[in-house]
Structures are given as C-alpha cells and as structure tokens.
C-alpha cells in the first residue's frame, strides 16, 4: 500500500554533486523514518542516513559532512544531497521507510549512483 519513487543518481565526477529524491505513496498512517541506504557490489546493503518525523538525524560515518538528508513531511519526500563525492560512493541507493508502529520496512526500486573520472 506504499510506494516510494526514487530519482537523482546518475554520473559524477569525484568532488561532484548530487541530489536524490523519494517520494512516497499511499497509506501512511503512523509515524516513520525515512531514510537512505546504498549497497555496493559485494556489499551489504548500509545505511547512509535517516531523519525521523520529529526531524532527527543520523549518518553513516562516511558520508558526515558531505550529505545532507531533509524531508517534506506535507509531501512525503525525503532528499540527500551529496557534495564533496568519492569514487568508494558509488552503490545503488535505496529510499527507505521504516514505521515503528508496525515493524514494517518500504523500499524503492533503487537508484544508481556512480562517481567516477
């Protein structure tokens, strides 16, 4: 009953920028996270950062003071943007919502980001 669609990967150079959107669908009753994930190839699937409906957020080491997550609850839109890329940033990367109320994970179909010369 909820769909999140994702876009904004594409082709960067190292040093680049990026900016993802995921825009969610349907019936969203309870209170959630939302999030991104990225998986690489060979990889597990890690979280790179989450904001909660109170606005609270948290990010993989990696990526802090390079990528930014916001939200728009009235639209139910969660964003990242991505400065200052690397090349070990390459992955696909998935929207993610997460309701506690429920135990429940929603993912989108992935998006691919590569940074490369």
């Known amino acids: 009953q909820v769909q999140l669609v994702e876009s904004g990967g594409g082709l960067v150079q190292p040093g680049g920028s990026l900016r993802l959107s995921c825009a969610a669908s349907?019936?969203?009753?309870?209170?959630?996270?939302m999030g991104w994930y990225r998986q690489a190839p060979g990889n597990e699937r890690e979280l790179v950062a989450a904001?909660?409906?109170?606005?609270?957020?948290n990010y993989a080491d990696s990526v802090k003071g390079r990528f930014t997550i916001s939200r728009d609850s009235a639209k139910n839109t969660v964003y990242l943007q991505m400065n200052g890329l690397k090349p070990e940033d390459t992955a696909v990367y998935y929207c993610n919502i997460y309701m506690s109320r429920y135990n429940y994970n929603y993912w989108g179909q992935g998006t691919q980001v590569t940074v490369s010369s």
């Open positions: 349907g019936r969203l009753f309870s209170i959630y996270t």
């Open positions: 904001i909660t409906s109170g606005d609270s957020t």
